[in-house]
C-alpha cells in the first residue's frame, strides 16, 4: 500500500495568517510528515478528557485545522470528518497545501485549487497560484488572474498582469508590465497610478502625477491625490504636508479625517513628532493631535513608549504616552527610565540610580547600570555583574550573574558562568542543573533548553521535565506533549507520563474535548530509551526532596 503523502509549503506572511496554531505546531507537524513511517497496524485512539479510551480508527493522518474541521489525509484522498471522526466528505485525488482559514488549498501536480472549510469545492485544481482574503480568492493562471468572491458565489476574469495581490484592506493590486499599477476590483479598473502601497488594513497610499492620496476598501478616494508628501504613523493614522501645510489625518473607511492642521512646522525627529512655532520647539504631537505644549524644551528623545522632555534650563522629565508626567522636570536626572512600583532609574551625574515622582532621589547613583523593579527588587549592575537591590537601598541578591531578568511570582532568570538558571528572590539557584537558554512561555511557564533538548519548569520554578525532549509543548492544565525521537506521549505536571513514549502523532482536540493518539506498532527504541531516562529523573527529583 502506497504511503499517504501531505504537503505543506508556508511563506512567512502565510504562517502568521493562520489562526490556530503557533510556530511551535508546525514544527512539530514538518518534523512528523517528515519521519513518519505508515504501518499496517496503525490506528488512532481516541482518549476523553480522562484519557478513558472511546474508540480506535483504522487509518489516515488526522488534521484538526480549527474551527473544528478535521480533515483525513489516506492516500491521495482527503476526508471532511465530523466530531465523530467518521467521513461526511472526501475529495478525490487531493492533497493538502494549506489551510486558510474559510479556505482549504489543495493541490495535484503543479496545480492548485480550493474548498471552503465546509467541504465545498470554488476553484478547480487548475491554477498556477491562490491566495486569500477573507471571502475571496484570487488565482493565477499564466498571467491571466481571476477572483472568487464567496457572497457571489462566481469567478470572474480580472486581467492579464506581470503580477497581483491582495492588498491589506482587501482590494487587489496589480501591476502591468510597463510597470503602472492598477486597482481592478474598484469602479476604475483601467485608472493608472504610479505606486499602490498598502501601510495599514484600511487604506492604500496612492501616488499620482498630482501628488499622493487615500484610496479606501471600496477603491475610492477618501483623501484627493493632491499631497505633497504623507507618511503612515500608526493603525490608520498617517502624517501629511501640502505645501507649507501640515496634516495629521485618521483615515476611516469613508473619509479622511482631518485631525489636526497647522501651517507651523511639524517634523519626526529622533522618532518624536514635533511642532516648531516661530522656530522653537514648543509642543509634542500623538497621531492626532498635541502631546504636550509647554515653552522652554531642548529637545525630546523617547524611551520605550515613554519620552524624555530636556529644557534649556537643564531640567528633564518624564512624559508618558498618555501626556502626563510621570516624573515632573527636575535637574537632578540627565536620563530617566520607565519605572515601576513608583521608583524611576535615572542617570544622575555620571551614575545610576532611581528618583521617585517628584525627582527625589531615593538611591543613590552608584551603579554602572539599571532596571527597573519588579516585585519589590530591582536589577542593578556594577562593573560586569548584576545583582538585585530593595527599595530601601539594601542589596539583596549580591552582584553575581552576567545578566539578569524580572522576578515574577518570586522567580526570575538569570546567567552565571556563561549558563542560566532560575533564581528565587533570596538569590538561591532553583534547577540543580543550569541551560544553556531559559525562555518564558505565554502561559508563565519556562521553557528550558541544552544540547538541543528542551524541558519545563513550573511558574514558581519547579521543574516539570529537565531537557530531554525534542519537543515539549504545555496544551492545557496538566497536559504536556512532549517527543523523543520519533515517538510522541503526554505527561502531567508532576513530570509523570499520562500517555507513554510510544505514538507517532497526538492531537489535542479541544472543540471536541478528546485526544488523538496514533499508535505504533511497537515500542520503538527511542521510547524505551527515554523512558527509562525519565524513571531516572525522576528518582533523583524526588531523592534530592527527600
Known sequence: MRKPIIIFTFTQKEVYMWKFYSLPFFVAMLLFIGTIEKANSQVWEVFDQHLNLEKKISHGNIHLLGNSLRINAWENDLSFLGPDYEAFATLDSARLYQYLEPWIIIH????FGAFHEYGEQV??????????????????????????????????????????????????????????????????????????????????????????????RHGDYILDPIIDEIKHLD??????????????????????????????????????????????????????????????????????????????????????????????????????????????????????GYINSRGDTIIEPVFDQVKGFSEGLAEVRKGQLWGYVNRNNQMIIPFSFENSGPFSHGVAIVA???????????????????????????????????????????????????????EIRREGPDQIL???????????????????????????????????????SSVSKASEETTAEHSQNKKKKKNKGA
Request: glycine share 8%; net charge negative; proline share 4%.
Open 108 to 111: 495535484n501536480g503543479d496545480k
Open 123 to 216: 476553484l478547480p485544481t487548475i491554477y498556477d497560484e491562490v491566495a486569500t482574503y477573507y471571502n475571496l480568492l484570487l488565482s493565477k493562471k499564466g498571467n491571466a488572474y481571476y477572483v472568487y468572491d464567496r457572497g457571489k458565489k462566481n469567478t470572474q476574469s480580472i486581467g492579464e498582469f506581470s503580477k497581483a495581490r491582495f492588498a491589506k484592506n482587501g482590494q487587489v493590486i496589480a501591476q502591468k508590465a510597463d510597470g503602472s499599477y492598477l486597482l481592478p476590483l474598484s469602479e476604475s479598473p483601467d485608472h493608472p497610478y504610479i505606486s499602490l502601497t498598502d501601510p495599514c488594513q484600511d487604506v492604500i497610499i496612492a501616488e499620482e502625477a498630482t501628488g499622493y492620496g487615500l484610496i479606501n
Open 235 to 352: 493603525d490608520n493614522y498617517f502624517f501629511a504636508r501640502n505645501e507649507a501645510e501640515y496634516l495629521l489625518i485618521n483615515a476611516l473607511s469613508t473619509d479622511a479625517d482631518i485631525r489636526y492642521n497647522s501651517f507651523h512646522k511639524i517634523s519626526i525627529e529622533n522618532d518624536v513628532m514635533v511642532e516648531y512655532i516661530h522656530g522653537k520647539l514648543r509642543r509634542i504631537m500623538k497621531n492626532d493631535g498635541i502631546l504636550l505644549d509647554i515653552v522652554g524644551m531642548d529637545s525630546v528623545r523617547k524611551v520605550d513608549d515613554y519620552y524624555n522632555v530636556h529644557f534649556r534650563d537643564q531640567k528633564t522629565g518624564l512624559l508618558n504616552p498618555q501626556g502626563k508626567w510621570e516624573v515632573r522636570p527636575t535637574p537632578s536626572a540627565k536620563k530617566i527610565f520607565p519605572g515601576n512600583e513608583g521608583l524611576f532609574g535615572a542617570l544622575i551625574g555620571e551614575d545610576f
Open 416 to 470: 552565571q558562568e556563561g549558563r542560566i538558571n532560575l533564581i528565587n528572590q533570596r538569590g538561591e539557584l532553583l534547577l540543580e542543573n543550569s541551560c544553556e537558554r531559559i525562555s518564558k512561555t505565554s502561559d508563565g511557564y519556562y521553557l528550558l533548553e541544552n544540547e538541543g533538548l528542551l524541558g519545563m519548569a513550573k511558574p514558581d520554578g519547579q521543574l516539570i521535565s529537565p531537557p530531554v525532549y525534542e
Open 482 to 520: 512532549i517527543r523523543k525521537r520519533d515517538v510522541y506521549g503526554m505527561m502531567n505536571e508532576n513530570g509523570d507520563f499520562e500517555l507513554p513514549l510510544f505514538y507517532s502523532q497526538i492531537l489535542f482536540d479541544k472543540d471536541n474535548d478528546r485526544i488523538l493518539a496514533k499508535s505504533q
